[in-house]
């Protein structure tokens, strides 16, 4: 049986009604995630000596595949 110590535990580690056991996602993929990042973070540059931003590289990965 729980103490009262544990239920406030798992009482203050549930979000509402979400207990703590249920995963909480904000992107439904992973495909909307890179996709928000890259809108985001398009201008900034990763390959210094390319010149190539996020976008850019997106881009490029999004032609290969």
């Not at 798992?10 to 207990?19: D, K, P, R, T, W």
């Not at 996602?25 to 210094?48: D, H, T, W």
């Not at 190539?52 to 990965?61: A, S």
């Amino acid at each position: 049986m729980k103490t009262d110590l544990e239920k406030q535990i798992y009482q203050a580690q549930c979000i509402g009604n979400v207990e703590p056991i249920e995963y909480m996602i904000p992107y439904p993929s992973m495909r909307s995630l890179i996709e928000g990042q890259n809108i985001k973070f398009a201008e900034q540059v990763i390959f210094e000596k390319l010149s190539i931003t996020n976008l850019k590289f997106y881009e490029l990965i999004q032609q290969t595949a």
